[in-house]
């Protein structure tokens, strides 16, 4: 049947995306790519390991629930009844997977063939929970073993010891999975009361990308979704604790089992949290620019720290903007942490005095456009990019418009708040001593 869609092109990309909302309340974005063999579809929900404390519209009751949660359900719809979802997905040529983020917990496939087959796997899986306290005890065991491999992972600790300095309060200080103490008070009525808040199609996304047609994907879609038959949901209300714009601690040392020092240095940035939708995007598009014109391997910086081999082709750094919080991270490894240190805080001052030149300006700007159009040959890329974007109010098509809204002087207003060096902390690993014993 002829299905009403409204239509996002941008021109820099040559991309039409097909975007509806179907009953009651789900966004299904398709992105026809003629000639693709592969076809890649992302279910996902605007529910991450940071929304442990909430409220739906039209209750009174406020729910806190224990970390690890959104983690753990992810876990869990893998395996219904009829066992594990992914051994069905194989059977169909699909690689199939799921992760779960801060904001956002995604499933999703790919495959040559049987795409309507998968498709409807997909669908399936997500909408029908089936929990048993058996189940759920076990699968603590199961990732109660991951929470503790993980205290042992170099570059996962060195991470998360970063953000519990960065931030007093705010649930992105904690492991995405939770600690071992809190997955253990996680029963079958946490996680239906966490699907049924959270996993509502209106609170959720389809994003389906490679040689398809739209109309076909949306009836499937929509005959899915009537099949389920979900009753209305109010708006849900997340809430946060106060964050002080400082930060908690300023350096945090670990030693654990590496050949080389791991070294992460990270800036608080207290006012993304204050954005949403373009103005966040800006931010963020402004200050991966801004770190591109300071680090970038044809920069003066990067090139010295590598001559002097305190930096290997493993430096790097980003910047994170969420409607919460948002941060600065430069990381590496380095024989020299505390060196390396002093030259980065070094190197940052020296380019708050001499700033930047109009033609390195637009040569980063012309190397980022370029970069980010040539993540489009990727269906992950889109699709998986798309919907966080989504469900931070944000769109990546825009990427582009906002990257050439971006002038010099933001970026120096940028270095003033982002890279404040009276808000930033120092997380390292060390190298573990072995005791005198040979133990």
């Avoid at 699909?94 to 063939?113: E, I, K, R």
């Amino acid at each position: 049947m002829a299905v009403d869609w409204q239509i996002i092109e941008n021109r820099e990309l040559r991309e039409k995306l097909y975007w509806r909302t179907l009953d009651p309340g789900l966004d299904l974005y398709v992105l026809p790519k003629a000639g693709y063999q592969k076809k890649y579809a992302a279910f996902a929900t605007h529910f991450g390991s940071i929304d442990s404390k909430f409220q739906v519209n039209g209750s009174e009751e406020i729910v806190t629930v224990p970390d690890g949660v959104a983690h753990f359900l992810e876990h869990k719809l893998f395996e219904d009844e009829e066992g594990d979802v992914t051994s069905r997905f194989a059977a169909l040529g699909a690689s199939s997977n799921a992760y779960t983020t801060f904001t956002h917990t995604n499933y999703l496939f790919s495959c040559t063939g049987h795409f309507r087959e998968n498709l409807e796997l997909l669908l399936n899986f997500v909408q029908e929970p089936y929990f048993t306290a058996a189940s759920v005890q076990k699968e603590q065991g199961i990732i109660g073993q991951e929470i503790r491999m993980y205290e042992d992972h170099p570059q996962w600790r060195v991470f998360f010891n970063l953000l519990a300095a960065l931030y007093h309060e705010h649930p992105v200080r904690i492991d995405i999975a939770g600690t071992v103490e809190s997955i253990a008070r996680i029963t079958p009525d946490v996680l239906y009361q966490c699907y049924r808040t959270f996993y509502h199609p209106s609170n959720m996304a389809v994003f389906v990308v490679g040689d398809l047609d739209p109309d076909a994907v949306s009836d499937q879609v929509a005959e899915n979704l009537a099949r389920h038959k979900h009753g209305p949901l109010g708006s849900i209300r997340r809430f946060f604790p106060d964050e002080p714009p400082e930060i908690a601690r300023q350096r945090v040392t670990q030693e654990l089992v590496v050949s080389e020092p791991l070294f992460n240095l990270g800036f608080k940035d207290p006012r993304a949290a204050s954005l949403e939708g373009r103005e966040l995007l800006r931010r963020e598009t402004a200050m991966e620019l801004l770190l591109e014109i300071i680090f970038g391997e044809s920069e003066p910086l990067y090139n010295e720290l590598y001559e002097d081999g305190l930096i290997d082709d493993n430096f790097d750094y980003g910047y994170t903007a969420e409607k919460t919080y948002g941060y600065t991270l430069i990381s590496g490894e380095t024989r020299d942490p505390e060196l390396l240190y002093r030259r980065i805080m070094d190197g940052l001052e020296k380019f708050r005095k001499d700033g930047f030149t109009e033609e390195q300006f637009e040569r980063h700007r012309r190397n980022q456009l370029g970069s980010f159009m040539q993540r489009f040959n990727s269906l992950e890329f889109i699709a998986n990019n798309y919907l966080a974007y989504r469900f931070r109010g944000t769109d990546l098509f825009a990427y582009p418009a906002v990257l050439q809204e971006v002038k010099g002087e933001d970026l120096m207003e940028l270095m003033a708040e982002n890279l404040d060096p009276q808000r930033h902390a120092v997380s390292l690993i060390l190298p573990r001593e072995e005791s005198g014993d040979g133990s």
